[in-house]
């Protein structure tokens, strides 16, 4: 058992669940792009963005390993489970590994480029962005990143894309502050001026719900007139949620943080596919 436990640890120097769930997001605009399983670009999609996903949370760990021993988290690292360089050695590998597959699978300069902006703001956020109240910014920039590089790989013309960044940035923000919500206080407690922190609660909770309504109701209206009735009703679905998620948390008795932070990012999601579904001209 206590050997199983260790093994878990050892693997969450690359975030396992996150990742995965973030490359099974990558796929789900994948193929609603149009390209499926039996194109290989979907499963060089599906490794490249792991490795990514893989390179940026090993990052995150080693560049946290000070504040998480301080604070007596059960961390690979502070554990003494993973050589803190081992984990630096992870990041570079695992993103040099993303960019070689880009090159193997003859994707294109362009997506290359991109894949290192992706990279380069989680990195970013690892090493100088998380402590402070600019936070939100890789978030706001690498998730509409990503549909905007599988729109890129799928054939998509460059502009028809540029929707992704007018609702995704603010869903991607919603999902920050709400994900930040849960550790307000510790983070606040090792000296961090995330953004969430700089607004405190309940703002923080506030802001989140506030930014998902927003984002959904952009979705929405960009997507309302020219797509299909089903996509139309997801938009509205996720405006319809969002508005509960503001009214739960501006009650004296809040949700709590956790609950909340599934709430908003499952909102976010729904939000998110009629934009993809609109820039991908299905």
């Known amino acids: 058992m206590r050997a199983a436990v260790a093994r878990w640890t050892v693997a969450e120097l690359l975030h396992p669940i996150p990742s995965l769930l973030t490359t099974l997001a990558a796929l789900g605009f994948a193929w609603i792009f149009g390209i499926g399983t039996r194109d290989r670009r979907f499963w060089w999609i599906a490794a490249i963005m792991l490795l990514v996903q893989f390179s940026i949370s090993a990052l ?37 590994g993303a960019f070689l597959l ?7 300069p362009f997506a290359l480029l991109l894949v290192g ?13 998380k402590a402070t109240p600019l936070s939100f910014v890789p978030f706001a920039t690498a998730f509409p990143l990503m549909p905007f590089w599988i729109g890129v790989l799928a054939g998509r013309p460059l502009g028809s894309l540029l929707v992704l960044f007018l609702g995704g940035s603010v869903l991607a ?13 510790a983070d606040r407690a090792a000296g961090l001026r995330t953004l969430a922190v700089a607004l405190g609660t309940p ?16 979705s929405t209206i960009l997507v309302i007139r020219r797509s299909p009735s089903s996509i139309a009703a997801l938009g509205l ?12 948390s ?32 299905r």
């Open 237 to 248: 679905a996720a405006v319809v949620a969002s508005g509960v998620v503001a009214g739960l």
């Open 173 to 185: 923000t919603a999902i920050h502050l709400a994900d930040a919500v849960p550790d307000l206080e």
């Open 60 to 96: 995150n760990e080693w560049a946290d390993a000070d504040l998480d021993r301080q604070a007596g988290r059960r961390r690979p690292i502070p554990l003494g489970l993973v050589p803190r360089g081992a984990a630096l050695g992870v990041a570079v590998v695992c993103a040099v």
């Open 117 to 129: 902006i992706g990279t380069a703001c989680g990195w970013a956020y690892d090493l100088w962005l």
């Open 203 to 218: 703002r923080a909770e506030l802001a989140s719900a506030g930014l998902l309504l927003l984002g959904s109701l952009v």
């Open 250 to 281: 501006s009650r004296p008795n809040r949700v709590s943080p956790l609950l909340g932070k599934w709430i908003v990012i499952a909102a976010a999601a729904l939000a998110a596919v009629p934009l993809v579904a609109e820039a991908s001209g």
């Open 102 to 108: 880009c090159v193997l699978a003859d994707l294109g």
